[in-house]
């Protein structure tokens, strides 16, 4: 069998353009440096224990007692065996971060269009619109590294289901099991719950379809093999998914049995989110003019303006020295919008909306209604709050849809579906299939609609908008009405300059589609224009919010976070216990963890029960609540003094009870913890009742319990009772994983106080060993082995037939 190099080197080429595209909008890493990425400096803290003890034991532990008083690390970076398909992730990230992110945009993309038999020319703009639209790379910018990831993979498991619906069994099966382990893989569900959401617009567009065209059997036949490929998919990634499903039951995305908020009222949702919570960012449905104009509501909400501003002005009127107006003239709140923060629009790039608007009219059939219809499903989606009904009843009906916030995420569906429209439109304006009369057409009112909603806004803007922030009365009284004045001139003119940017980013476009229908220039030279429009427009725009000042030296990065004073005079404590960093929002920072065994810390899933316990008294400083888990230092900030208060008074490791109430809830176990006294009596609901013989035990002044060596998924305990009794751990509750043994033997551990572990010691003098050793992970590693044994058969196979028939 001879391979066709001369089909082969093209592509060869492309790859190589995106390698080198890649680097050179992230240069710096060429030097050695990496991106100063905020999330990422946050996940540090949290995994810093995580990877020291693995790095000075030799093994991974999958428990953590640096964070929310403790919780596994199956999101922490957790490592499990036998994932082949992580190894095959990583060789294709073989780029520095975040290049390598960027790449796997350009080339997963590439693959799709490839697979709908689009021009490879085509095909390497397209993949450039979608690498270099602004949100995909402003999220590389903050440290949403496993979203990238898993946009990155979206494309390759759309080519497998559109090469399998058009009876590529084979190679698309493969093609989908691949890109779908691969996607798993890269452990953003919320990413993949949305991309499940367009699947379900395109299999119902190609059902229709396969009606229409009476070939239903098929439909069902390719539907069959998308299930086989997910399903071997799901497989070679069991571990992660069990695991990740095991806690989230445990997390804030699960049910706790607690109904009732801190005022009493009833919880409406208590096995989800709040609606509140989901829907904290709602993008506003007159910002989703910024996929066009990227400033459209003021851009972000800290823009950068310069000298120039009527802001930096106003502040040298008002008494600020010119180094103070530059600094808050470059971190300006321009942006307008209702949305609490914005880090930069989602700017998808006036080229990219032209030749959307263009492939509305040239393009026919399921592949526009699908596209379609998943771009409005994305964008009514993503209004949230705004468009209340539809968001309520997705809540409230549709599965899991409640487990994830931010609904202005789902927008990464656009910017998927936009680029891949608009190259696919120029596919058919570059063929023969359209006749010039309907591509004059499409031409003349793709200008019209585009060129003229720019001009409206230019020469109507005021009759639409008022330019007013949601901050702005708090500035008008803080700071005075001419401050106002001038944020608002300013934003009124970056609205103009952006909006005639697009304006004139639209007419270029138009004019090299018009010149090539005229022929006057050929169809190389009208891709490489508009590839050009689509770098310049695109990258003029990321380069606003990401660019090389948000590189740092290496070291930087890897030691996010200084000890201060309070942080040097708690390690001078080598004993096991608990900080609580009130310094800063408890749980929206991971700096005491980076430290210490924090009872706080940064994490999108958050140990449910932990953050009941903040909310109903940890945040009102309840001092058993405190005691009852270790913790022994409190960080507090003082007029800018940062100091560790000791708390004497902290249970300690472990402690002997002398008495048991049973309550009938979750309800009643929060509640009753109000006025408790922690170290006398425990709190245990009655479903343990069978577990505790008695309620009440006699006092014996000889008991005693205490710690005898650490580690994070090992403690062992020794202690000394006349009589069995009930003892409480100061060490978090996990129904999962953990066993304890008494000399040997196991015993049960029991939940009290809430989120303690507690258990019935036998008399004597004995000791007591809890290890965790999650079940999970030996079950998770033995379906990977299997499906990965199938996936590598079904790649020989595939190869074998392919090749076999080829030769023959």
């Known amino acids: 069998m001879s391979i066709n190099f001369k089909k082969i080197v093209p592509h060869l080429f492309i790859i190589a353009g995106f390698i080198i595209a890649a680097l050179a909008y992230f240069n710096p890493v060429l030097q050695g440096k990496v991106i100063f990425q905020s999330d990422i400096t946050q996940y540090i803290g949290m995994s810093h224990q995580h990877k020291e003890f693995k790095e000075e034991a030799g093994e991974e532990s999958y428990w953590t007692d640096a964070a929310f008083g403790g919780m596994p690390t199956y999101q922490l970076g957790a490592e499990y065996p036998y994932n082949y398909i992580k190894q095959l992730d990583r060789a294709l990230r073989f780029l520095p971060r975040p290049a390598d992110y960027l790449f796997l945009y350009f080339i997963g993309i590439y693959i799709l269009f490839l697979s709908l038999k689009i021009d490879y020319r085509l095909a390497a703009l397209g993949a450039l619109a979608f690498g270099f639209s602004t949100y995909l790379i402003i999220i590389l910018g903050v440290g949403h590294n496993a979203k990238a990831h898993a946009i990155a993979y979206m494309p390759i498991v759309l080519a497998g289901i559109i090469l399998t619906f058009r009876q590529k069994y084979l190679w698309g099966g493969l093609l989908l099991t691949l890109g779908m382990a691969l996607e798993i893989n890269a452990n953003h569900f919320q990413m993949t719950y949305y991309l499940l959401l367009l699947v379900v617009v395109l299999g119902i567009a190609y059902l229709v379809d396969f009606i229409q065209k009476k070939k239903i059997k098929q439909y069902f036949i390719a539907v069959a093999v998308m299930i086989v490929a997910v399903v071997i998919a799901i497989g070679t990634n069991a571990t992660n998914i069990l695991a990740t499903k095991e806690y989230a039951d445990f997390s804030t995305r699960g ?28 993008y506003g449905i007159a910002e989703t003019f910024n996929l066009f104009i990227p400033r459209f509501m003021g851009g972000s909400s800290a823009e950068k303006l310069g000298k120039d501003s009527n802001l930096y002005n106003e502040l040298l009127k008002l008494g600020a020295n010119p180094q103070q107006a530059l600094d808050f003239a470059d971190s300006a709140p321009t942006y307008w ?23 509305l009219f040239l393009v026919k059939g399921r592949f526009k209604w699908w596209i379609v219809g998943g771009s409005i499903l ?69 200008a019209m609609i585009t060129g003229g909603l720019a001009i409206l806004f230019l020469v109507a803007k005021s009759m639409f908008f008022d330019f007013v922030g949601a901050q702005d009365r708090q500035y008008l009284q803080q700071i005075g009405q001419g401050f106002v004045r001038a944020l608002k ?19 270029l476009t138009a004019a090299i589609i018009w010149a090539y229908l005229k022929n006057k220039l050929n169809k190389g030279l009208a891709i490489g224009g508009l590839a050009l429009l689509i770098v310049i427009d695109l990258v003029g725009v990321d380069r606003r919010y990401v660019n090389n000042d948000d590189f740092v030296q290496e070291r930087q990065m890897k030691k996010p976070f200084q000890a201060n004073n309070a942080d040097q005079e708690i390690l001078k404590d080598d004993g096991h216990y608990r900080v609580l960093d009130f310094s800063g929002s408890p749980l929206n920072s991971a700096r005491a963890s980076y430290f210490h065994k924090s009872l706080g810390g940064y994490h999108a899933a958050k140990p449910g029960r932990i ?36 708390n004497p008074q902290a249970n300690g490791n472990a402690w002997f009870v002398d008495k048991v109430e049973f309550v009938e809830n979750a309800n009643e176990e929060i ?95 004995h000791e007591i060993v809890f290890k965790f050793e999650p079940e999970i992970i030996q079950t998770g590693s033995t379906i990977t082995i299997a499906s990965g044994g199938i996936l590598l058969l079904l790649l020989i196979g595939g190869l074998v037939i392919t090749f076999g028939r080829k030769s023959a």
């Open 671 to 765: 509640l009753a913890l109000d006025s408790l006294n922690t170290k006398q009596t425990a709190i245990v609901n009655e479903k343990f009742s069978a577990e505790i013989p008695q309620q009440q035990f006699s006092a014996d002044s000889t008991t005693q319990i205490q710690l005898k060596s650490y580690q994070p998924n090992e403690l062992v305990y020794s202690y000394s009772t006349q009589k069995e009794r009930l003892a409480l751990f100061s060490e978090i509750y996990y129904p999962h994983g953990w066993k304890a043994t008494v000399d040997g033997e196991e015993v049960s551990i029991l939940q009290a106080n809430y989120v303690l572990r507690a258990a019935m010691l036998p008399a004597g003098n």
């Open 255 to 282: 049910d706790t049995g607690l109904t009732i908020t801190p005022n009493g009222e009833q919880q409406n949702n208590p096995a989800g989110l709040s609606y509140d919570y989901i829907t904290e960012y709602s």
């Open 489 to 507: 001139e300013d934003r009124r003119a970056i609205f103009n300059a952006d909006t005639f940017r697009s304006l004139i980013f639209v007419l």
């Open 611 to 646: 953050q009941e316990l903040f909310d109903f008294y940890i945040y009102e400083g309840n001092q058993q609540v405190l005691n009852m888990l270790n913790t022994k230092y409190i960080i507090l900030s003082n007029q800018g003094q940062v100091m560790a208060q000791p």
């Open 337 to 359: 919008g209702n949305q609490t923060f914005i880090g930069a629009p989602a700017y998808i790039g006036a080229v990219v909306i032209f030749l959307f608007v263009l492939a």
């Open 378 to 446: 994305a964008l009514l989606l993503s209004w949230g709050d705004n468009f209340a009904p539809l968001t309520k009843f997705f809540i409230n009906t549709v599965p899991l849809y409640n487990k994830f916030r931010a609904v202005s995420s789902i927008q990464v569906i656009l910017e998927l579906c936009l680029p891949l429209m608009a190259v696919y439109g120029l596919h058919k304006f570059f063929s023969n299939k359209r006749t010039d009369e309907e591509k004059e057409h499409a031409l003349k009112w793709a």
